[in-house]
C-alpha cells in the first residue's frame, strides 16, 4: 500500500515523501521525494484518480506570505508523484487541507489569518483558482485567542456539511457545503468551553456521534449529531491527560479506529497518545491508557485502514513510530519499526473509503 507523509522543510530540501507501506508489519519504505515546497505539512489524497494535494507557503503579487497547495499525480504504483500545478489558495498561511468526499472542491484553513477556502477540483485533476473565502471574526479569553484561528475543516458522512475548528475563537462553524456552487454556507456555530481551543475533529465510523480535540485545554469533547440539521450536541468533555501529570502540553491530532471502538488522540509535551474506549449507545469515552510515544511533539498520527496498525509523526525526533493496535483492547504496543524522516507532520494512505 502507498502512503505519504508532509513535513516542515524548506523547499530546496524534501518536504513530501511517497512510502511503501508494510500491511503486514507496519514499517514504511520512502520510494520517493519531492522538493520545491514551502513547508508542505498537510496533505490530502484522493486515492480514486491517484491524485495529492499538498499545502505550502507561497507569495503573493505584494510578495508577502500567503497561502498556497500543489497537486501531483501518483503513479499508482511506485508512488512516484508528478507536479500538475500550484495555486495560491489565501491571503495568509495555512495549516490544513482536505478533499470532500466525492474528490470535487479541496479546503483549506488558515491558522494565522482566521479564514478558510474552497477551491475547485478540476477534471484533469489540477487546483482550480480559489471560489470561495470565508474570514471568521472575534476572540476568546487566552492570549493566544486574540484573533480567529481557523485550524482544521472536516466533512460529515453525508458530505454535506463542513466543520471549522476555530482556535481562537473556541468554537466550531458548521457550513453548508455546496459543491455546484463551489460555496462554504455559513450555517451554525458551537461553542466549546472558553480556553479550549478546538483543533481537529473525527465523526465517529458508524455512528452519530463526534469528537474534537481542544490543543489548549487538553481535553476531548464527544458531540452527538444530528445529520438531517448539521448540529452537533455536546454530550462530554474528558481531560486528554492523566491526573498526576502538571507540565505543559499542547493538543494535536484525533482519530476514530475503524472499528469504531476506540479514540485516540495525541499529546504534545506529555508525548503520549490518550487512548479512549467509546460507548457505542451513549458516544461517552472511557481512558484505557495514555500510550508513550517514543519521541517528543507528535503532531499528527494514522490508523492504518485495516486498523491493524498506529503510525505517530514525532516532529521533534524526526521520526514515524509505528505501534501495533490490539482490537480488544485497543492499546498500542510499539513493534520496533522506524522511519527516520526530517520534521514530520502528516501521514496519509492512499485508501480509498
Not at 2 to 19: E, M
Request: charged fraction near 20%; include cysteine.
Amino acid at each position: 500500500m502507498l502512503a505519504f507523509i508532509g513535513s516542515y522543510a524548506d523547499s530546496n530540501n524534501p518536504g513530501v515523501y511517497s512510502c511503501q507501506y508494510d500491511e503486514v508489519n507496519g514499517s514504511f519504505e520512502v520510494t520517493h521525494q519531492v522538493n520545491g515546497l514551502q513547508n508542505p505539512t498537510f496533505l490530502t489524497v484522493d486515492a480514486r484518480n491517484w491524485k495529492l494535494y499538498a499545502l505550502s507557503e507561497g507569495v503573493d503579487e505584494n510578495q508577502q506570505r500567503c497561502g498556497a497547495a500543489s497537486s501531483y499525480d501518483i503513479h499508482s504504483a511506485t508512488g512516484e508523484l508528478t507536479f500538475l500545478n500550484n495555486e495560491i489558495t489565501l491571503p495568509a498561511t495555512t495549516c490544513h487541507i482536505t478533499l470532500d468526499h466525492t474528490n470535487q472542491v479541496v479546503m483549506v484553513s488558515s491558522y494565522h489569518g482566521g479564514m478558510v477556502g474552497l477551491s475547485p477540483v478540476l477534471a484533469d485533476g489540477r487546483l482550480g483558482k480559489t471560489a470561495d473565502i470565508q474570514q471568521h471574526h472575534g476572540a476568546s479569553v487566552l492570549s493566544v485567542q486574540d484573533r480567529p484561528r481557523a485550524h482544521s475543516v472536516f466533512l460529515d458522512r453525508a458530505n454535506r456539511y463542513a466543520g471549522v475548528c476555530d482556535l481562537g475563537l473556541d468554537k466550531i462553524i458548521m457550513y453548508k457545503l455546496n459543491i455546484p456552487a463551489k460555496r462554504l454556507i455559513p450555517h451554525n456555530e458551537v461553542h466549546i468551553a472558553p480556553g479550549s481551543g478546538p483543533r481537529h475533529f473525527a465523526f465517529h465510523t458508524s455512528y452519530a456521534f463526534g469528537y474534537v480535540i481542544n490543543e489548549l485545554g487538553s481535553t476531548v469533547t464527544a458531540f452527538s449529531y444530528d445529520e438531517e440539521r448539521g448540529e452537533l450536541t455536546e454530550i462530554q468533555t474528558i481531560s486528554t491527560l492523566p491526573e498526576s501529570y502538571d507540565g505543559e502540553n499542547a493538543c494535536a491530532d484525533i482519530h476514530v479506529s475503524p472499528d469504531g471502538k476506540f479514540l485516540y488522540g495525541s499529546n504534545r509535551g506529555h508525548d503520549s497518545i490518550v487512548v479512549y474506549a467509546v460507548d457505542a449507545i451513549t458516544g461517552k469515552l472511557t481512558v484505557v491508557e495514555y500510550a508513550p510515544t517514543l519521541g517528543k511533539h507528535p503532531r499528527n498520527f494514522a490508523i492504518s485502514p485495516d486498523g491493524q496498525f498506529l503510525l505517530v509523526a514525532n516532529k521533534d525526533s524526526d521520526h514515524i513510530v509505528s505501534f501495533t493496535r490490539d482490537s480488544q483492547s485497543g492499546k498500542l504496543v510499539p513493534n520496533g519499526k522506524v522511519l527516520n524522516v526530517s520534521k514530520p507532520v502528516c501521514i496519509k494512505f492512499a485508501s480509498v473509503e
